[in-house]
DNA sequence: TATTTCCATCGACGATGATCGATATCATTC
DNA sequence: GAATGATATCGATCATCGTCGATGGAAATA
C-alpha cells in the first residue's frame, strides 16, 4: 500500500453525470453557434424582431456562395433554433419563438447554484 | 429593367451587422461549448457549487485518455470558461464566476426584443 | 410547354478538430 | 540527484465541417 501525499488529491465528486440524450442535444445546439456565419444570420433575425427573412437577404451579409448560405440555414433549423416558410420560390426563415431564451435561461439556471 | 415579381422577395432589413471581433468572440465560445466531453466537464463542475475539481476527476467521467483531458481542459480555459490552478503536482479547474451567468445573460437579452 | 428564377441537394476538396502514443516538465519522495 | 507520479505538450492520424461548382426541383412567367 502506499502512503497519502502531502497533498489530497480531490475528495471525489459524484453527482450525476449529464445524460447522453441531453449532452448530445446541448452539444448540437452548441454546435449550430459555433460559426461566425450562423452568429451573423442569427443576428439578422434578432434585429428582424422575429419576423421573416427572406434568404436573398443574408447572402451579401454572409459574403458566401448560395449554396453555403442554404448549408448554414438549415443547419440551423436542424437545431431547432429557426422555422422555413416558403411563399412562392422565395424562402422564409424566422426565429423559432423561445429557442434562444430557453438556451438562455439553461444557462443562467445552471450557474445559478454556483455562489460568487 | 424587368418588373417586380407577383410576391416581393422581401423588405431589406439593414440593422448594423454583427462587428468581426465580437462575432469572432462569440463564436469561441460556442465552439468550447460544442463538445460532448467539454459539456461533462463543465456538468461536473455546476455540480461542484464552483469548487475546484482535480483533473483526476476527470479521466473516468469522460472515458477518455489523460492527453485528451488536458486538451479539452485548455480549450475551456482559453475560452475564459474555467481558471486553473496547481497545487503541488496537482492541477485543479474551476468554473470562472460568472462567465456562464454573461453568456446566459447575453441570449436572454438577445431575445427578449422579440415578441412571442 | 419552354424558360427563368429561387432555393435545396450532391459530391469533392481543403481546413479544422478530436484523439492518443510518446515525450517533456515539474514537484515530491527516496 | 535518481526515481516516481501528475499533468502538459508534441506529432501523427482520422473524422468532421465549411465551402463551392454542378445539378435538381418547384413555382412563376412567357
Sequence with gaps: MKELPL???C???SGPALAPG???DLERLFKALADRHRLQILNCLLQAGGESVCVCEFQPLLGVKQPTVSHHLKQLVEAGLLDREKRGTYAYYRLRPGALERLGGLLSESA???PA
Tied chains: 1, 2.
Design 22 to 24: 441531453e449532452a448530445a
Design 11 to 13: 475528495t471525489p465528486i
Design 7 to 9: 497533498v489530497e488529491c
Design 112 to 114: 445559478a447554484g454556483v
